[in-house]
């Protein structure tokens, strides 16, 4: 078929590629110019078509009655006929919100919206969130209430290389979209500031002038006392505030009681380290511009809202939101985070980021979709409060899952899969048999990113093109073609369409006037321009690169100032449980790694999840490198490989999530929420440690295992005397 221009079937960077299929169809990457990547690529990206002939792709629909028999394979229009039966009798029985829908952050935006506008029109549940919830949900709550808009980058990527000062709070970019480290690189190559907050000296510390090695869970106190430095000190933009913003007086009244000496004792950060990042910050305020980035770290946390809202606030004070190079932003982390939280697989969102209790937005959408405002459902609960409700009295007893392997995403893991066991019916739409298909009644296999046609929206706002390189597996279909055709049995197939193109004008109609306007982005125009960024709400407007420099999109186009309050985690150290843990990513895999496992060259570099301890820790705990430890919280346990490192704070240790069963680290993680955005805590829980000791011939075996001996261990102890001083850069 040639060479096709696309992008990375994996993260928010959406690096650019080209796709070459030879005459045996086997396929190659390789590397493609665009602003955000400049021609890198990681080796996830270098790798992704691995996984389109796959043998572990899944090729043929696949049933089976009752949870724990085989599977055997099936027609499309058997498991249609089945799985519309079960909408039907699960429907009949107890009501249109008893079947449910989660979908995903990777789907595009074609998908994302069609998949919200079936849980409306064809099932017309409210029961639909989707796995962006854990992903950008704090950053999303903040960033519409200070600005009235939420887009993870208010300026395109290559802006950040021009600015004097960058602080990443809870990033890691080098180990999860390393092609982004060159924008930060240039900072530092024209003597500018690079500060990362982070528990850890990531990859991407080590590339930093500063590290704040932040206790987990602290990053709200550190917002809230860089504020007071930037106040106290003299470095507020009285003009900035004055002119362009609501709310300081209230917001510095909080942040006067963070003095430096008291974040300090709360977060771990010196006084020294807080009063250098606010003058570098201010220096490049007053210089080229200076910017403040969140992602994953600062933002899975339950105050995660109040978090991001403090930095937000940090940069209102400075001036910077709406300046050239300078403002704040978020990291967006799944492939299209942005394009599918503003298309209405959110429980709470119709498309074009409108509200689904506002009767003005009921009403444009239901025009488009032709059907009665008063037939839409209204807000559902968040994908973890949904989760929590499967099965149980008045919850979903169906569940259609799109694009998330939730069994190994979700917090508190193992209730998770109690939950799933607890449906009547579960439904997967999958291209491998992931975690959460294997729990399922029927296993519908679809399209993945290079076998299909579509948009996606980067971390910029910048809306790009899939492009179709190679034909599907025979016996694979799209997600756009399953839910027509479901809808067609549920007697509403009239109002949807499988093709991609269709789909997307009609996105653009339902999203004209929203906040997420489409309405002037074609698919035409994305091939021709490269991409367009939203807003663009007509077919001559040249799309909205830069946000702010305005005025921002409030009802009185001040940006607002909210105060925000420091609180410890919901789950502090304890006796039982006396050492802190945290999560993220490793290099060479993507989220709960049901794609990435499945690439040889992948799972070859990294085979198992590490635990990451302090060698001080780790005497305490009477660990070794190389050892097998269980991470014990309140709910539940893992087991990884013990890694000593002396880049890791001694009172917390690290583990990557991407792998399932006993390995899977969200069995410990907390699912404590954010009140406003809903976010679980990932970030940080209290846990123990448990060295595992393995009989001879022995593999780890889980719990109430029979196989191998596992023998509780010594307890580790915290530890209070470890300062940036020790390992940190
Ligand atoms: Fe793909 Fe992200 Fe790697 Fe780029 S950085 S190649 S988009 S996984």
């Given at each position: 078929m040639g060479t096709t221009a696309t992008h990375c079937a994996y993260c928010a960077l959406q690096c650019a590629m080209t796709l070459t299929a030879d005459a045996g169809g086997r396929v190659t990457v390789g590397p493609r110019d665009f602003p955000t990547n400049r021609g890198g690529l990681c080796q996830k990206g270098w790798t992704?078509?691995?996984?389109?002939?796959?043998?572990?792709?899944?090729t043929t629909p696949l049933l089976r009655d009752g949870r724990s028999g085989p599977f055997r394979e099936a027609t499309w229009d058997e498991a249609l006929e089945i799985v519309a039966g079960r909408i039907r009798d699960t429907q009949r029985a107890h009501g249109r919100d008893a079947v449910a829908v989660l979908g995903g952050g990777g789907l595009t935006n074609e998908k994302a919206y069609q998949l919200g506008k079936f849980a409306r029109?064809?099932?017309?549940?409210?029961n639909i969130d989707y796995n962006g919830r854990y992903c950008m949900s704090s950053a999303a709550a903040a960033s519409n209430r200070a600005f009235g808009i939420d887009r993870g980058l208010p300026f395109p990527l290559p802006d950040l290389a021009e600015t004097g000062a960058v602080l990443i709070a809870g990033g890691n970019v080098a180990e999860t979209m390393p092609p982004f480290v060159q924008h930060l690189a240039a900072v530092v190559d024209r003597g500018g500031s690079l500060i990362i907050a982070d528990p850890r000296r990531t990859a991407t510390v080590e590339r930093a002038t500063l590290h704040l090695p932040v206790m987990p869970g602290t990053d709200l106190a550190l917002a809230l006392g860089l504020l007071h430095i930037a106040v106290a000190d003299g470095h507020a933009d009285r003009a900035y505030i004055q002119d362009r913003t609501t709310g300081f007086e209230e917001t510095w009244r909080a942040a006067a009681q963070w003095w430096p000496e008291r974040v300090e004792r709360v977060t771990g950060v010196s006084v020294l380290a807080q009063r250098a990042t606010v003058a570098q910050l201010a220096a490049g305020a007053r210089g080229r511009g200076a910017v403040v980035l969140t992602a994953r770290g600062a933002e899975q946390q339950s105050k995660g809202t109040d978090t991001v809202t403090a930095l937000i606030n940090l940069t209102l004070a400075l001036g910077l939101p709406g300046k050239p190079h300078s403002g704040f932003g978020c990291i967006t982390g799944q492939g299209n985070g942005q394009g599918g939280r503003e298309h209405g697989q959110k429980a709470d969102q119709l498309p074009g980021y409108r509200k689904i209790d506002d009767p003005a937005a009921r009403a444009h959408v239901a025009g488009v979709w032709g059907v009665d405002p008063d037939e839409l459902p209204g807000p559902g609960p968040s994908a973890y409060e949904l989760i929590e409700s499967l099965g149980a009295d008045g919850g979903p007893r169906t569940l259609l899952v799109h694009g998330t392997n939730l069994a190994v995403s979700s917090p508190r893991g193992r209730r998770v899969v109690e939950r799933l066991a607890a449906l009547d019916t579960l439904v997967v739409c999958d291209v491998v048999m992931s975690e959460t298909a294997a729990l399922a009644d029927v296993v519908l296999p679809v399209t993945q990113w290079a076998e299909e046609d579509g948009t996606m929206t980067n971390l910029e706002g910048r809306v790009i093109r899939r492009r179709r390189a190679v034909a599907p597996p025979p016996g694979v279909r799209s997600e756009l073609e399953m839910l027509t055709a479901l809808a067609d049995r549920l007697g509403r197939g009239d109002r949807f369409s499988a093709d991609p193109e269709t789909v997307f004008d009609e996105l653009r109609r339902a999203s004209a006037g929203g906040i997420a306007d489409y309405a002037g982005i074609s698919w035409d125009r994305i091939d021709a321009e490269g991409g367009v960024f939203w807003p663009?709400?007509?077919?001559t407007h040249p799309g909205t690169p830069r946000l702010f420099a305005d005025g921002f999109p409030t009802p009185d186009g001040r940006a607002r100032f909210v105060a925000v309050e420091h609180r410890p985690p919901a789950e502090d150290v304890d006796a039982d449980h006396p050492v802190y843990l945290t999560t993220g990513r490793v290099l060479q895999q993507y989220q709960s790694g049901a794609q990435t496992r499945r690439v040889p060259a992948l799972a070859a570099a990294v085979t198992e999840p590490h635990v990451e301890i302090h060698p001080d820790l780790a005497g305490r705990s009477g660990l070794a490198d190389g050892d097998l430890v269980r991470v014990v919280s309140r709910r539940g346990d893992a087991v990884g490989r013990v890694r000593l490192t002396t880049t890791i704070r001694p009172d917390t240790v690290f583990m990557p999530f991407h792998w399932g069963g006993e390995q899977a680290v969200n069995r410990v993680t907390n699912p404590a929420l954010d009140p406003i955005s809903r976010m679980p805590e990932f970030k940080v829980c209290a846990v123990r440690l448990e060295r595992v000791v393995v009989s001879q011939g022995g593999s780890c075996g889980t719990d109430g295992d029979t196989g191998p001996e596992v023998s509780p261990s010594r307890r580790s102890r915290p530890t209070a005397d470890w300062s940036e001083g020790g390992s940190a850069a």
């Open positions: 992704a078509a691995d996984l389109l002939g796959s043998p572990e792709r899944l029109v064809a099932l017309r549940t409210k663009c709400p007509s077919d």
